[in-house]
């Protein structure tokens, strides 16, 4: 089955640029999507990229899509303390579930 | 738009006891409801596919007569966790599907915290 990898920590300093960055072992989703997970809520839809984009920016995020290498990445420009969450990267598969990884928690230092 | 409601927000219960979840679509209908379990620290576990009129799917190893789903209408989707012990305690996160094809993103729900002691 598809297989979904994150790193699970990123620390950086308000005002940086953040990139958070996710592989995969399917090649077949034809969407790719990132989450935003705050402490005991639900999951919060950020942004989405279709397979055959290779860049989608959206304000301060940019979203880039490595198909050869199977990787997916999300930029956060200007990082704010806001911005402290726990971030998914997932995938549809050809069922219409999603698969996640297994998050990479954002820490944004003042 | 897509706003995915969950109730309750959070419940504690006893061993032994059944509680339910419910999930609404408030502003869109949902014909694919889908149900998570989260726990701490970790990704979401698909439990289950609620598809509004027929039975759920269940994920390979999610007990059916355990966690009973019901989507009885395009908007509600309920999930029973029945006779509860305390190693069903976790978070569970309901999503509900927009269309029925195409992109058709996800939008979850805030959650319920299920805490059986």
């Known amino acids: 089955g598809e297989d979904v990898e994150q790193s699970l920590f990123l620390s950086v300093r308000e005002g940086d640029s953040s990139v958070i960055n996710c592989t995969y072992t399917d090649s077949s989703s034809t969407y790719l999507y990132w989450y935003k997970q705050e402490p005991g809520a639900g999951l919060q839809l950020l942004t989405y990229i279709f397979s055959n984009m290779d860049m989608k920016q959206d304000q301060r995020l940019t979203v880039l899509l490595n198909k050869k290498d199977k990787h997916l990445s999300l930029r956060i420009a200007d990082t704010q303390t806001g911005d402290s969450a726990i971030y998914f990267c997932a995938l549809m598969d050809s069922s219409y579930k999603l698969i996640f990884g297994s998050g990479t928690r954002l820490l944004v230092r003042p | ?117």
């Open chain 2, 1 to 117: 738009g897509a706003v995915v409601s969950q109730h309750p927000s959070w419940v504690i219960c006893k061993s032994g006891t059944s509680v339910k979840i419910e999930c609404r679509s408030l502003d869109f209908q949902a014909t694919t409801m889908f149900w998570y379990r989260q726990f701490p620290k970790q990704s979401l576990m698909l439990m289950a596919t609620s598809n509004e009129g027929s039975k759920a799917t269940y994920e390979q190893g999610v007990e059916k007569d355990k966690f009973l789903i019901n989507h009885a209408s395009l908007t509600l989707s309920t999930l029973t966790v029945t006779s509860a012990h305390p190693e069903d305690s976790s978070f569970y996160i309901c999503s509900a599907r927009v269309g029925t094809s195409g992109r058709g993103e996800q939008y979850f729900g805030p959650g319920t915290r299920l805490t059986v002691t």
